[in-house]
């Protein structure tokens, strides 16, 4: 008979096009994982369906584990819409808005909350994910943290909480005019990325003394091309490094840092090299961070909720 | 027996993915069109066999007609890769540089060339066909022009002459995100333009107080719809008016404008009533322009070519 380890727990990374699952101890170690690209939007809402039928092999062997989910199978096209916490907020005050939910075979998932900047302009601004990788960065420095992404956040940590956020929609503009766009027509993707390309692309932007803006800079891909100072195969790259050095303009233009400051990256995927080269591109100094910054989290957030619950 | 008329011109406008041939006298008028999908990179390189076989009911009736082409045909990927003239540039100027190419079924085909601005940061800007639009809107005033398009021009014309240019990727930009972005993955695109959801994206960035981009303008497409301000049918014109309005906010921060200034519309699609509407938005005042400026432009060029020639 299957023994229930109590320490166990799963953590979900469950996107719009990917369905992840973590088996984590309690130090945040990663015994297993279940990687399908069963993500929400090809699903057609079974959600319980596609989450017991992927973790079974777990449940056999280890009893109803509890189960954590943050990010976007909480948003209005998941599986359950879960509110923002507004800023200032720390992990307790993301705890303390969990949503547990029994499941038909024991067991139970519980969906964390998102975390919402109502002084954004011109709406509230969101994320949802994001806010368990600042908890397991730690909120203990006064430090602006880049987390980047297909929606970038920049986030102020101060006085041991997430102070305010920003999302700037920088992965997103890359990827499409990458794939879609004219500018892009005669680009040819290198097997690795060409850093040279890249930094050239993050100068151009960095060095411009003018009030220019992405929609000025960007034809410089093409007219790169035309002059002959950019050939197809480095012209992606340079292209993302406008796109990305665009994200530190504004976000310095913003305010989120000064000349010469620190911050941190922090993330799990080839753009955190891309952001610290471009961080230390604008003269930033770049704090370090775990790699597995979101699961730390999430599971800080997970042990300090079923504390919440044992209390009540 | 087929008489050739020798006020008649055939004025191309082959871009990369449409072919489009007008027959006109020599005030402008158009007296035919046809009209293809066979752009550019459609045709495989038979820019000869298209051609003739599009203008055969043309030559059939009036003999082989004097044929001119500016734009995309006259770029890297199309048929003559022609010179780029640089700016100061009058219509004389333009015509001076244009390729005469003797068909084999007899007649021409003239090719214009495009226009440059060296001046430019970081690689020199280029224009082709634009350049016909600016001409045909005539060079008699000091006026700031913008052409509205998937790469739209700002131009500065002065002392009788296109003074400088500068690109602007917005039409790209923002088509690229209203078909393959998340942002836009709940949009419901409206039959007829959301005036008042357009307006409402150029609000956005006109009004903001602080130095932010379109990076950072962008997310407010999907905070907005989170936050119940906007409904899904009115995503689309707010994209477009925050994309639009950032590029009236870099060519004002640029210098193409002052407060309040008047400047052209110059375009024959759609785009030119959101230009205006865009123009109106942010106070200023928009000077009336012929619709068929570039037709009017390459035919005027077309006649000066022909004088020198003559005289040669």
């Known amino acids: 008979m299957a023994v229930q380890a109590p320490s166990l727990r799963i953590i979900l990374d469950w996107g719009t096009t990917s369905f992840r699952a973590l088996l984590v101890d309690e130090s945040a170690a990663v015994l297993d994982r279940i990687e399908t690209e069963n993500g929400i939007q090809s699903i057609a809402g079974d959600f319980l369906g596609v989450l017991q039928s992927a973790i079974a092999p777990w449940r056999a062997a280890h009893g109803p584990i509890p189960i954590y989910a943050a990010g976007m199978i909480g948003s209005r096209n998941g599986w359950v819409e879960m509110p923002y916490v507004p800023v200032p907020a720390d992990a ?23 975390l919402t900047d109502r002084s954004n302009y011109p709406y509230p601004d969101v994320m949802r994910g994001e806010e368990t990788q600042l908890v397991g960065f730690g909120l203990d420095r006064d ?4 987390l980047p992404g297909t929606h970038s956040k920049w986030a102020r940590i101060a006085g041991g909480q997430i102070a305010s956020f920003q999302t700037l929609v920088t992965g997103e503009v890359f990827g499409t005019l990458a794939r879609h766009s004219f500018l892009s027509k005669v680009a040819k993707k290198p097997e690795a990325p060409d850093w040279a390309a890249f930094l050239k692309g993050v100068a151009v932007v960095r060095d411009d003394q003018r009030p220019a803006g992405l929609l000025t800079h960007l034809f410089a891909v093409r007219t790169g091309w035309l002059s002959g100072a950019l050939s197809p195969a480095e012209m992606t790259d340079y292209l993302s490094g406008i796109v990305v050095a665009s994200e530190f303009r504004e976000a310095k233009a913003l305010g989120w840092y000064g000349e010469g400051a620190s911050i941190a990256v922090v993330g ?34 997970a042990q300090i909720a079923e504390r919440l619950r044992h209390k009540a």
Do not use: N, S, W
């Open 143 to 146: 430090l602006t943290v880049v």
């Open 268 to 301: 799990d995927d080839d753009l955190v090299e891309v952001y610290k080269r471009t961080a230390d591109a604008f003269g930033l100094a770049v704090v370090p961070a775990v790699e597995d910054a979101a699961v730390r989290g999430c599971l800080a957030i």
């Open 92 to 114: 307790e005050a993301l705890a303390a808005q969990v949503k547990v939910m029994p499941l038909p075979e024991g067991g139970t998932i519980t969906f964390l909350p998102g």
